[in-house]
Nanobody, 116 residues
Framework: QVEVAESGGGSVQAGESLRLSCLVS????????MAWYRRESGKERELVAR????????EYADSVKGRFKISRDNDKNRVDLQMDNLRPEDSAVYYC?????????WGQGTQVTVST
């Protein structure tokens, strides 16, 4: 069993930054790739960024390239998402996904709100 917990969301103004964190607990040695997703109200969930087990970023959504950076610290069982130059369209609930033993584990999400 793997547990995932996100933190770091909040309300900011356009152009500001936030750093989201995802902490993994339980059978952490089984966790492979991880990713951040987001979901705006009434819309489909969208992949934001993905990172390998070894900490190599693999994919970013076109809308966040150059503004967001995903990183991973396996010693701390943690994946961060640094979000710079935030825009109102980045407002969403952000979720962390951990892949382990063929299953996907999700946290409860953290709300990010960006105002003009």
């Amino acid at each position: 069993q793997v547990e995932v917990a996100e933190s770091g969301g909040g309300s900011v103004q356009a152009g500001e930054s936030l750093r989201l964190s995802c902490l993994v607990s339980g059978k952490t040695w089984t966790v492979g790739g991880m990713a951040w997703y987001r979901r705006e109200s009434g819309k489909e969930r969208e992949l934001v960024a993905r990172i390998t087990r070894g900490g190599v970023p693999r994919e970013y959504a076109d809308s966040v390239k150059g503004r967001f950076k995903i990183s991973r610290d396996n010693d701390k069982n943690r994946v961060d998402l640094q979000m710079d130059n935030l825009r109102p369209e980045d407002s969403a609930v952000y979720y962390c996904d951990a892949s382990a033993s063929g299953l996907a584990y999700w946290g409860q999400g953290t709300q990010v709100t960006v105002s003009t």
